[in-house]
Nanobody, 128 residues
Framework: QVQLVESGGGSVPAGGSLSLSCAAS??????????MGWFRQAPGKEREGVAA???????YYADSVKGRFTISRDITKNIMYVQMDTLKPEDTALYYCAAGSRPFGGRCTLQRSDFGAWGQGTQVTVSS
């Protein structure tokens, strides 16, 4: 079973930066054995994929964050990160860490259906 715990959310003015972390745990659970991703959900909107990193290290980004967000992972610490720069008010949302539907396999895209485990979420608020 995969356990995911996010941290690092907060409030920043537009143009600012934040870094989110996702600590993964569980039997044989590592950030390199699963596709890992970040999703976000703003009030009244659907949860959307923001960034993902495959087991091989290939990264994927939503067009809305490309060039501003960077996803990475530290295999030794079993933590995934997303560095968010040049934040905009429209980036305000509850951000979720997610792990793929199964280890050592499965698709890795920004589709919600590719992920089977979720963290509790961390709030990011960007003021104009």
């Amino acid at each position: 079973q995969v356990q995911l715990v996010e941290s690092g959310g907060g409030s920043v003015p537009a143009g600012g930066s934040l870094s989110l972390s996702c600590a993964a745990s569980g039997y044989l659970v590592t950030v390199s054995s699963y596709c890992m991703g970040w999703f976000r959900q703003a009030p009244g909107k659907e949860r959307e994929g923001v960034a993902a990193i495959s087991r091989a290290g290939t990264t994927y980004y939503a067009d809305s964050v490309k060039g501003r967000f960077t996803i990475s992972r530290d295999i030794t610490k079993n933590i995934m990160y997303v560095q968010m720069d040049t934040l905009k008010p429209e980036d305000t949302a509850l951000y979720y860490c997610a792990a793929g539907s199964r280890p050592f396999g499965g698709r890795c895209t920004l589709q919600r259906s590719d992920f089977g485990a979720w963290g509790q979420g961390t709030q990011v608020t960007v003021s104009s």
